[in-house]
């Protein structure tokens, strides 16, 4: 194992943030593996879940069963987890420039098109090859004046040639789940069984420019945009979907519990296994898989209508129906209750941890099967 302090840069004098990463395996082995941790830094779930899979990577190295590398980042966001307002947590987004720490993560397709279309040739891992070093001088020019900057770009440069990049999370109050992109789902699916999670979310671009679709979406966007480039006959160069990336939300914001982690982390390990990452004496055997993919814009988020106390009547993991009966929000000086209802069905899993609500606040969410929705689809 290497670890490595990646210094930021300072934002006031006499203060600097480093953020840490660790290597197990060779750095030029391949498949490489990519994992961080808490981004959202209130989320401290995936945390715990990086702490015992460190543990179990070790081991596994020290046995000599690493095929190929896997670069873990156990707390990816340090800036925002020294952030604290009144005493809360505030680690979604930054103090300093009010951005989400998993927002604005550039657009890599575009970054690199011009510069390595010409020299694209018939060879698949060439071109593979040519295109990740392009990323990679792309993402090395970055000019990262801000704390919150230098921290994209490290992430960034630590992940940007994986084959797999997942990005550990959690709701506030959650079954788990997991966000992917749909050219991802064959490579990830298999992750989705091994965790158990009650809802995939899946989608081409959800507006958000979140750090896992950075890195997965730049091989689809190429794919098309040469496809879209190419003479009317000419043969398009083949380019593979060299990265499958996933978020994956592990649980509510108070699963922080050694044995749910525990259990995490050997999946995770179990999904590197069969990923041909690790070595290992008998295949993996997948278990069933507990929902069906479905698409990121047919899942409802469910909104208040009023303002209240909010009463729910649907727990996280219930399948729900279109028009059953979400929450109430109770106003005590009407006298009055406002149903709220879900308008798909599916399962329900996530909701808020707050109990007094504004109008238009986001109360839970639904894994819907039909797509309806449009634009951004993450929100904030």
């Known amino acids: 194992m290497q670890r490595t302090d990646h210094l930021l ?3 006031s004098i006499g203060q600097r943030t480093t953020v840490t990463s660790f290597q197990f395996g060779a750095p030029d082995a391949f498949p490489k593996v990519y994992l961080q941790a808490s981004l959202h830094a209130e989320e401290i779930p995936a945390m715990l879940v990086a702490h015992h899979l460190r543990g179990l990577l070790e081991e596994a ?12 980042v156990p707390v990816a966001n340090p800036i925002g987890l020294a952030q604290r307002v009144d005493h809360k947590p505030m680690g979604r987004f930054d103090l300093d420039s009010s951005e989400n720490f998993n927002r604005h993560y550039p657009n890599l397709a575009n970054a690199v098109f011009d510069a390595v279309r010409p020299a694209l040739g018939p060879d698949a891992a060439a071109n593979q ?8 001088r792309h993402l090395q020019q970055w000019n990262a004046a801000t704390p919150l900057q230098g921290l994209r770009r490290t992430l960034a440069l630590l992940a940007h040639d994986a084959d797999i990049v ?13 966000y992917s992109e749909h050219a991802c789902w064959p490579r990830i699916e298999p992750l989705a069984r091994l965790l158990g999670v009650r809802a995939a979310l899946l989608a081409s671009d959800t507006g958000a420019s ?15 945009r040469l496809a879209q480039a190419a003479p009317s006959g000419a043969p398009v160069p083949p380019l593979p979907q060299a990265c499958a990336s996933a978020t994956v939300e592990l649980r509510g914001e108070a699963d922080v519990d050694h044995a749910l982690a525990q259990r995490d982390a050997q999946a995770i390990l179990d999904y590197l296994a069969h990923a041909g990452v690790l070595h290992t004496d008998a295949p993996v055997v997948l278990p069933p898989a507990r929902c069906a993919a479905t698409p990121l814009a047919g899942s409802q988020t469910v909104k208040a209508g009023a303002a209240g ?39 329900l899993y996530a909701r808020t941890y707050d109990r007094y609500v504004l109008p238009h606040d986001d109360l839970a969410n639904i ?3 039909v797509a309806y929705r449009t634009g951004n689809l993450l929100g904030a």
């Open 9 to 11: 840069p300072g934002q």
């Open 210 to 224: 979140s750090f896992d679709e950075c890195f997965s979406g730049v091989w689809w966007q190429l794919a098309a």
């Open 166 to 178: 997942l990005d550990l999370h959690c709701d506030c109050e959650a079954e788990l789940h997991l």
């Open 367 to 369: 894994a819907g099967a």
């Open 129 to 136: 090859a040519l295109v990740r070093a392009a990323i990679g």
């Open 61 to 72: 190295e020290r046995a000599g069963r690493l095929r190929g590398q896997v670069v873990l």
């Open 309 to 347: 106390v909010l009463v729910f009547h649907a727990a996280v993991g219930d399948t729900m129906e279109a028009g059953q009966l979400v929450a109430e929000i109770i106003d005590p000086l009407a006298g009055t209750s406002t149903p709220v209802r879900a308008e798909v069905a599916g399962v």
